[in-house]
């Protein structure tokens, strides 16, 4: 068995910051793509941002040069710090990550997700 289990939310004024973690365990080989989505009501979730196992990364345009997404493998967690918050990022956010069990099964697994909300 896999989990995902997030950390990090919570209520933030405009221009905070908050750090989000993800910590995967159970019978884990090896952890391929990593990432962060973010969905809305009535909204389709959408990619916050994305990490590789080789180190690439990329965001979407509405986050780029304020969140910044690093992994660290040796604790099998993937890490979202948020800067410059805006209302706009209120959301709940779900970590995503692509891993090979000790079984040599592939899957993708999702977090239970953590309520960001940008306020005054």
């Known amino acids: 068995q896999v989990q995902l289990v997030e950390s990090g939310g919570g209520l933030v004024q405009p221009g905070g910051s908050l750090r989000l973690s993800c910590a995967a365990s159970g019978t884990i080989r090896s952890i391929y793509n990593m990432g962060w989505y973010r969905q809305t009501p009535g909204k389709q979730r959408e990619l916050v941002a994305h990490a590789t196992s080789g180190g690439t990364t990329n965001y979407a345009d509405s986050v780029k040069g304020r969140f910044t997404i690093s992994r660290d493998d040796a604790k099998n967690t993937v890490y979202l710090q948020m800067n410059s918050l805006k209302p706009e990022d209120t959301a709940v956010y779900y970590c995503?990550?692509?891993?090979?069990?000790?079984?040599?099964?592939?899957?993708?697994?999702w977090g239970q997700g953590t309520q960001v909300t940008v306020s005054s």
């Open positions: 995503n990550a692509d891993i090979l069990s000790v079984r040599n099964s592939r899957n993708t697994y």
